[in-house]
């Protein structure tokens, strides 16, 4: 199991539309593409920003190549310079 992790950051204010857009566009087609596991979404409002956690689980950094394409921009302040990407420990169940 792969997990690949991408964060960004809105104003608070914009957080419910960039919401909606990740719900309707990188969470659907995430889910879309051959060996995706599942997709958490994550949402934390605080001074004035909202912080997004976008994490997928993978059965393959195969897979995880399928789906990464350019990055999309909108209403984001700041991203996350690097998307991370790690591996499950064996012998640790999710």
């Avoid at 104003?11 to 659907?28: F, I, M, N």
């Avoid at 976008?54 to 209403?75: H, M, N, T």
Wanted: proline residues 2%; charged residues 30%.
């Amino acid at each position: 199991m792969i997990a690949r992790q991408w964060i960004g950051e809105t104003r608070e204010s914009d957080s419910d539309a960039y919401l909606k857009y990740l719900e309707e566009t990188g969470v659907k087609e995430c889910k879309a593409v051959k060996g995706n596991q599942g997709v958490w979404l994550l949402r934390r409002v605080h001074d004035g920003k909202a912080e997004f956690v976008f994490i997928s689980l993978w059965d393959s950094f195969e897979s995880v190549k399928a789906f990464a394409g350019p990055a999309r921009k909108g209403r984001l302040l700041s991203r996350g310079q690097e998307v991370s990407a790690a591996a499950r420990s064996k012998g640790h169940p999710l």
